[in-house]
């Protein structure tokens, strides 16, 4: 099966967690080739939220690779995660822009007010925060994605603001109209 | 054939070898630390670092893995070249200070201290060859172990950090690690792969008790038609030594005097 | 999005679609484009354009034929979400049945010339009025006022911040003045998820132009003629690598597009695969026909999933249309492309890195004695150049190496893409001419330093680059000027510092970036970035002792001279050039332990102004040590002894009376 076919198959995001055997699905939707296990393993964390191990150990069998460069891979790269996520996943830029408007300390604000590390998840499960290296939207600096909700122009006060709406149960999309309004404000508060 | 001059010495040369094959073959020395000739190079301590003149400039690469394909002028012992081996290996020793490998390489190569600090963690005194990776994925076939993480991080590890399941216990990669960072520990009948926490059973000489392999081994390399080991295979496994002995014993069987002694059950 | 198509199979059939689409192009009376790119869509983008989709789709008999479009990076991300809406007449040279109008407004850079038919370059948009800061709840009145009524609408054009002058369209904002889009010509214009309007422009007539008349030697010739050089930071000859690979021995070959854009700062590449992706594609075909490869691969990054959709989509598109695939418009030649993307590893930016995640494995480098268009991804020939380097390709082709040749410096040829980020005031994204000088880009383009600030120094190239200082603005861009001012191109990201960063922390910032991104196989790389990161994390908070500024020199020397990849061996530049143009702050810290630019906490200190401070107590109520005391309505005084520097009290005043000393 060549690329052309492979592709036309190809859906590229897995809506629900999948019944029976979710990971030969995967598989066939690249037709079985090992170099496309990273993107085989991104469709799996896509489906379940992380990357169960048993779905690692049955990608290696079908793939014949050895389970040891699957952990190796799932290991290298910053986007896998081996532990499920929490309900909500932070993604925090700290990209060199958003770095000189102060991300430091909205990494550590968010480290303080909901303990949680950054790579890791809250002890109460709520939120996954997953520090990145440039967003690309510079612009906005300093920039905070939550449930790919994007907010820019954020500060340590109001992402906490932020992420407590969120922990209480509203949208990020809802959140982010709010902070939409304030963003001017805030911005030319902090200027002077 | 290529010409390759190792500082003022001029060596013949095959067209695919390196630099560093042909600085062994002549005597020249040049420190390595991942380099295993068993294994493909890997190229990661950066230890055998030399100097190539490209015409107009001198490139630093790596000797073990250069590939010669013309006539090459190196320079091993220039003040720059030197230098940098120097600057490794007072890295490496500050990775791993205690490790006394890493003192007498150093020690070799002129330095006595690090002159910095230990700034990463260094398990076991492990200094991320990949001796031990390679050994494993393309000498015994197994790939049950492979570098973790990224970065600082990094660390030879079995999958999730935990017993191998695929592991047969060879003790290969104990063999080849230069630091002393896996032991292949035995305990009774019982075999470990420290760091690894990989354990098996171990087949001991009938006669005298020594370890002879661990099970597994034994069988992945029965399986693969060695001969050689399937008297150890059959129940009547013994060591070199008792081998040697039972076989002088009946050769000399029917030599007056009666031949040495039997070898002799020991307890475990 | 394309209406239903049987594949082309000819040149000619090509041109009868284009006049297809055009003609359906000129039926329409206004367009509106709303940008969606990196920097607007965060604001609410997607909004605005479901609003203008909306009223265009509403009931009731419309009295303007309307298109919507929902376009790639229109450049002033500062001015965001911007829309532009135009008028049939306005658009230049959209269609073959209209009149050719001139480029206005070039300001004084040489070179940027008309293309025949098809968008101008050098003047940036068609004209039409430019709106910014459009908000959802502005749909209405535009529609009204500007769609239907041919009006504008005052409030949110473009006003000049010193002289109040509103600006109608692009063309008088000062931030285009001097752009030169050629890898972004279509970006802005073109709808991003549509190859019918990439079609409209002369998209694809590059490529059918090769396989009807070209041979490889031909294209090779005439990329090597361009001068074009590579766009993803290293800068080599393009045309050279071309040769190179299609000499190579070894079947298959490959050709990869590198959209690994790990670069902290730089959205180029971001831009370009979300804004016009087509562009990439078209570039990679050219390129497979020229080197004798029949497989491309897309790199993107994993965080990117915009521009992976786009591209996706882009792909299917030119497969359904016959530009992908078997024996494409009836040449012979087949090409076909699939799209990877990255696991998260800046790393995998470097080729031998990238290959190794192409194969399914960690991205480590490996050597390059034996380069990658020899034996790249498994071990055949393979062709890497960024997704910039591709879509400068089909303009060249279509245009000529000699018109290229004739934009930008001797050794720089043709335009380069950059973000503009920082303390400018207008921030963006622009493509220049080669050549154009740091003042211009920053002061002229970026409208210099805001609020009232000094500018300190640019950064450029990155985590492999370094900056330049005031002293160096009028230096001229390019790849080989920036490398000997102690920097490097990189792929285009430009940071702009004030007097309030400290280039001591700064180097600390990019330490701590590749510390965490470094792959850690090989020991300078590993151990020696850990080691400068201690040295300058001790500098920073006030431990330095003498002797530290030599240490990190022969670190960085020993990293250059014995690091495996580009990663290592440029790890050292943030610190080399911070030294060299501001080593007297690296010497106020380890001998004075005092941060001049005051940035690095107990470096300085906090004191209350007491002119400014008016008594109200906040700052006295927030210290978290107690270390403020003061009697209501009296000036608040910090006592040194206790403060921690955590600078909440500078946080809570809201009347500017905490300073810095």
Sequence with gaps: MGPSEVHEQCSRRPQQACGANPVRRIIDRYGGEPEMLIPMMQDIQAAEGYLPREHLRTLGQELHVPLSRIYGVATFYASFRLQPKGEHTITLCLGTVCYLKGADRIRDAIRDEFQVPPGGTSPDGKFTFAPVNCLGACALAPVMVVDGEYFGGVSPASVVDILRKVAAGRQPAECAADAGNRQEEGREARET | MPTVILDEKSCAAEVGETILDVARRNGVWIPTLCYHPALEAYASCRLCMVEIDRGGWWQMVTACNYPVRRDLAVRVESERAVRARQGVMRLLLARAPESPELQRLAARLGIQSPGLPTVTVAERNCILCGLCVRACEERIGTAAISLAGRGVERKVSTPFDEPSADCILCGACAAVCPVGTIQWEVHGDEVELVPFGTRGPVRRCAACGAVLAAELAALAVAGRGAAAVQGLMDGEGFCWRCKRKKLARELSAGLPGGGPPSPRERPP | ?661
Excluded at chain 3, 124 to 149: C, H, K, L, N, T
Excluded at chain 3, 190 to 201: F, G, N, V
Excluded at chain 3, 518 to 543: D, F, N, V
Excluded at chain 3, 581 to 604: D, M, S, T, V
Aim: aromatic letters at 6%.
């Design chain 3, 1 to 661: 999005m394309s209406t239903v198509v049987s594949k082309l199979e000819s040149s000619r059939d090509l041109e009868e679609y284009r006049s297809e689409v055009c003609g359906r192009a000129a039926r329409v009376d206004c367009t509106v484009r709303v940008c969606c790119g990196p920097g607007c869509l965060p604001k609410g983008a997607a909004k605005v354009y479901d609003g203008f989709v909306a009223a265009a789709g509403g009931p009731g008999e419309k009295s303007v034929a309307v298109s919507s479009k929902l376009t790639g990076c229109q450049g002033l991300c500062e001015c965001g979400p911007i829309v532009t809406v135009s008028r049939l007449w306005e658009e230049r040279g959209d269609s073959p049945h209209l009149p050719e109008r001139p480029a206005t407004n070039l300001g004084s850079v040489p070179g940027c010339a008309q293309m025949g038919t098809g968008y101008p370059l050098g003047a940036f948009f068609p004209g039409g009025i430019f709106y910014q800061r459009v908000r959802p709840e502005d749909v209405a009145e535009i529609w009204r006022e500007s769609v239907e009524g041919g009006r504008v609408v005052e409030r949110l054009l473009y006003h000049d911040d010193k002289t109040g002058t509103a600006a109608r369209t692009a063309a008088e904002i000062p931030f285009y003045r001097g752009h030169c889009r050629v890898a972004l010509a279509l970006c802005g214009v073109a709808d991003a998820r549509s190859i019918d309007d990439y079609i409209a422009a002369r998209g694809y007539a590059a490529l059918a132009k090769v396989l009807a008349s070209m041979t490889p030697e031909d294209v090779m010739a005439e990329v090597t003629r361009s001068g074009l050089r590579g766009r993803g930071g290293g800068g080599f000859p393009t045309g050279k690598k071309w040769r190179s690979a299609r000499d190579a021995h070894g079947e298959p070959k490959y050709l990869i597009a590198n959209g690994d854009e790990g670069d902290p700062g730089a959205f180029m590449d971001r831009a370009l695969m979300e804004g016009v992706p087509h562009a990439v594609i078209e570039g990679m075909i050219i390129g497979g026909y020229a080197i004798g490869s029949s497989r491309g691969y897309i790199y993107v990054r994993n965080e990117y999933p915009i521009a992976v959709d786009r591209l996706h989509d882009a792909v299917l598109q030119a497969r359904r249309m016959g530009f992908l695939g078997e024996n494409i418009l009836g040449s012979g030649f087949s090409f076909d492309i699939r799209i990877n993307r990255g696991g998260g590893a800046f790393v995998c930016g470097e080729s031998t890195a990238l290959m190794a995640s192409l194969e399914g494995r960690v991205g480590e480098p490996r050597a390059k004695y034996i380069h990658t268009v020899e034996a790249g991804f498994h071990g055949k020939p393979s062709l890497l150049n960024n997704v910039e380097t591709w879509a400068n390709v089909p303009p060249i082709i279509l245009h000529g190496a000699d018109w290229f040749a004739a934009l930008g410096t001797p050794k720089s040829k043709g335009t380069k893409v950059f973000s503009l980020v920082g303390r400018v005031k207008n921030t963006g994204l622009v493509e220049v001419p080669m050549g154009m000088t740091l003042r211009q880009i920053i002061f002229d383009i970026g409208g210099g330093i805001r609020d009232e600030k000094s500018f300190k120094a640019v950064q450029t190239g990155g985590p492999s680059g370094g900056c330049i200082p005031a002293a160096c603005l009028d230096e001229p861009v390019d790849f080989d000027r920036l490398s000997e001012l102690g920097s490097m191109m990189g792929s285009g990201g430009m940071i702009v510092m004030d007097e309030d960063t400290c280039m001591v922390n700064l180097a600390r910032y990019f330490l701590r970036f590749l510390k965490e991104e470094s792959c850690g196989k090989c020991t300078p790389c590993r151990e020696g970035i850990a080691q400068m990161l201690h040295l300058l994390e001790e500098i920073t908070a006030g431990r330095g002792r003498p002797g530290d500024l030599e240490r990190l020199e022969q670190l960085a020397a020993l990293l250059e001279d014995t690091a495996l990849c580009a990663l290592g061996k440029t790890a050292a530049n943030p610190v080399l050039s911070t030294l060299r143009y501001f080593r007297g702050e690296y010497e106020a810290h380890i001998a004075q332990r005092h941060c001049p630019a005051k940035e690095c906490r107990g470096l300085f200190r906090y004191r209350i102004d007491a002119e400014a401070c008016t008594g109200c107590g906040v700052c006295r109520k927030k210290c978290p040590v107690d270390a403020i005391a003061g009697q209501r309505k009296e000036p608040h005084v910090i006592d040194d002894e206790k403060c921690t520097f955590c600078g909440t009290c500078r946080d809570v005043c809201r009347f500017a009376a905490v300073t810095r000393v």
